[in-house]
């Protein structure tokens, strides 16, 4: 996540896109929480977070896909502002604003993603102490919220989110999202999902060229596809599309759906792939995005 700003000006931060590029479900816990094996990354898009000072809390949400988001305590960038403030004491708020450039409900931890990102962007307006790895409050405010803290670098992922383990270096490549714009419940996919006891994800090896990630992601799963794809049968025309498409090496669904992920090995190829894409399907939201390396957004 990048925090830029000029004096006089509100702080900026982006919330990059967080991509499930595997998800096994490997088991259930009571009260419903679920065990999961992701391999998770981050895309160079993302919704866009400003802050200012202010003498209270405020959020105003903005942005091709802002309708049905709230502002007020709902939000979990508001949560997360709230659960700060209360830690350190800070006797004053922030005016925040939140464009939305993702769709949200769809698969890419946007939410969550805001949320990590409010809580680094306002440790920097507010000068406190930012929260460390593994804090509880992480936790607190959902079970994507401390891997998309811990990013951008891409990391294993299990347990229900709170066991987060840095993988082996990738090779650079790209990728074009896919969402047909439908929103799939992540609780009605797993409401319909047949088996939550499936194997775990295999680790991810060293020194991969794209090729050989592109193999290996080949042997995993995301086991929610087809329960997602019963329930939005759009989702399995996305995969469709973008496995027709030959500069894609790969396509897998990201979380619980809607949006889909093609791996490609460079801008250029996610340029024109998703080019094709949306000639074809005017009405869906496509997207190229690069692959976020560790040290590609400073702050």
């Keep these: 996540m990048a925090i830029a700003n000029r004096p006089g000006e509100p702080l900026r931060i982006t919330a990059p896109a967080k991509v499930n590029l595997t998800l096994h479900v490997t088991g259930q816990r009571a009260g419903g929480y679920h065990d999961l094996d992701s391999l998770v990354v981050f895309a160079g898009i993302g919704d866009v977070l400003t802050a200012r000072p202010s003498t209270d809390l405020s959020l105003t949400v903005s942005g091709p896909f802002s ?100 993988t082996p270096d990738l090779p650079d490549f790209a990728m074009v999202l896919v969402n047909p714009k439908v929103e799939v419940p992540t609780s009605a996919v797993f409401d319909a999902m047949a088996k939550r006891n499936n194997a775990e994800m295999e680790d991810v090896p060293h020194d991969l060229d794209f090729d050989g990630l592109c193999e290996w992601l080949g042997r995993q799963r995301n086991d929610m596809t087809e329960a997602s794809t019963a329930i939005a049968p759009e989702i399995g025309q996305a995969l469709e599309k973008l496995r027709r498409q030959p500069l894609v090496r790969h396509a897998t669904m990201s979380g619980s759906g809607a949006t889909c992920i093609g791996l490609v090995k460079d801008m250029d190829h996610a340029r024109r792939a998703a080019r094709a894409v949306q000639v074809s399907e005017m009405g869906w939201w496509v997207a190229p995005a690069p692959f976020l390396r560790p040290g590609m957004l400073s702050f």
Aim: proline share 8%; with cysteine; glycine share 12%.
């Design 67 to 166: 309708a049905g988001v709230p502002n007020d305590g709902r939000n979990l960038v508001l949560q997360a502002a709230a659960a700060l403030s209360e830690r350190h004491g800070v006797p004053f708020g922030a005016a925040i604003t939140l464009d939305k450039a993702l769709p949200h409900a769809a698969g890419l931890g946007s939410g969550s993603s805001d949320a990590a990102a409010a809580l680094q962007l306002l440790a920097k307006l507010w000068d406190v102490p930012a929260l460390e790895h593994g804090d509880p409050i992480l936790a607190a405010l959902g079970a994507d919220v401390p891997v998309c803290y811990a990013g951008p670098a891409p990391l294993r992922m299990s347990g229900i989110g709170d066991r987060l383990a840095y």
